[in-house]
């Protein structure tokens, strides 16, 4: 029986957990026309909380309108990639190719590149009027049918900047001519608000800003109960309290848990692997735990700056909420300095404030990798230190 549980990076689950009031308002605003508010929106959250999933859910309520959804990751090209599936002829648009044996230059081409070992640069005002001439004529064809183009655009990171500044002004462009567009972008916290800060940006200020947190438990245990029903399994409501528990919220977690769970009850030593037992259970939620670290906290802390994982090691110390203060001299450092550390991290959606001067983790089981990784974070430092 083919497992339903997916924990693999941007793959959609079966069931869409917590986020039914987000899907509305874009479907609303998909119906509600031209200039509709939610047709511009951002996408935010901690590494895990399902935004390449929330773009995929959005996508595919645009799909069912008949409208054409072309989704892009920000990395160097992309705004290349979408000018080439929108022209009809395929063609890149590229004047200048600079090799390292010489060049060769396209007279009359609308856009300046180079080339040197392989990388590519584009004029990003041309750039930009190349992209949306080329969503203009698709749009002409389209909007006949009164149809129209989302663009989901994921991973949106400052160091792309002069391309997203491209897209974005020729979106605002179109917008401004009531075209049939909508435009969803997506990323972590700090990486979002850096864009959306530059200055030549500032339009996209007044795209819906939509920050994914954690999952009422009720939803995650229902979400348990419908997919393992769905998929000719049974559990017990204990079994059903004790998964969603389990997953503090947390939207990948809940698929990581079920995955194992649902792997453990198939490898149970029990005749019977249409029941999902407590301790199937509890061998997944194990093993979950230990996937979480790997696929989640590593590249989350290690990431961050030698004083951001410092202070994440110091509140591990504790079994609940820390002390600022008290973070600060195991720091051996003044608050004010701290501090510095102790916003960024909230900006990133790894710790938050639980009670003024405290702050705790929101990645679940966080506390508990640092306790198990902290030697080897402190002796990454020691030898970066020596360097």
Do not use: C
């Not at 009809?88 to 007279?107: C, F, N, R």
């Amino acid at each position: 029986m083919s497992n339903p549980f997916k924990p693999t990076a941007g793959m959609t689950p079966p069931v869409l957990v917590g986020r039914s009031a987000d899907i509305e308002d874009f479907s609303y605003a998909l119906d509600d026309g031209v200039g509709a508010p939610g047709r511009l929106m951002y996408v935010t959250g901690a590494r895990g909380v399902g935004k390449t999933v929330m773009l995929n859910a959005l996508g595919d309520i645009a799909r069912k309108r008949g409208w054409l959804v072309i989704d892009e990751t920000a990395e160097t090209g992309f705004l290349a990639r979408l000018i080439d599936f929108l022209q009809s002829d395929g063609k890149s648009h590229i004047s200048s190719v600079t090799m390292p044996s010489g060049s060769l230059s396209i007279p009359g081409a609308p856009v300046d590149a180079s080339l040197s070992l392989g990388s590519i640069q584009f004029n990003p005002v041309e750039h930009s009027l190349d992209f949306r001439k080329s969503m203009s004529q698709k749009l002409d064809k389209l909007e006949k049918k009164h149809l129209g183009i989302l663009i989901t655009l994921d991973e949106v990171q400052a160091s792309n900047i002069a391309e997203i500044r491209a897209l974005a002004t020729a979106v605002q462009h179109l917008i401004r001519e009531q075209r049939n567009v909508a435009f969803i972008f997506a990323g972590l916290p700090t990486m979002v608000e850096d864009v959306i800060n530059d200055n030549v940006l500032t339009f996209l200020r007044r795209a819906e800003r939509k920050h994914l947190g954690d999952v009422s438990l009720t939803e995650v245990k229902q979400a348990f109960a419908t997919t393992i029903e769905r998929n000719n399994k049974t559990a017990s409501d204990d079994v059903l309290d004790m998964l969603a528990q389990a997953t503090n919220g947390y939207p990948f977690m809940i698929q990581l848990v079920g995955y194992w769970t649902w792997r453990a009850s198939e490898t149970s030593d029990t005749s019977n692997v249409s029941e999902i037992t407590a301790e199937a259970a509890a061998r997944g939620i194990a093993q979950a735990k230990i996937k979480l670290g790997d696929m989640v906290h590593g590249p989350a802390v290690d990431k961050l700056s030698a004083m951001s994982r410092d202070y994440l090691l110091a509140m591990a110390q504790d079994d609940g909420p820390s002390s600022t203060n008290e973070i600060a001299k195991r720091l051996e450092r003044d608050a004010i300095y701290a501090n510095v550390y102790r916003t960024q991290l909230i900006k990133e959606d790894i710790i938050y404030q639980s009670a003024y001067g405290y702050v705790d983790f929101k990645l679940p089981y966080l506390r508990d990798y640092l306790r198990e990784h902290g030697a080897y974070h402190q002796m990454r430092k020691t030898i970066d230190g020596l360097q």
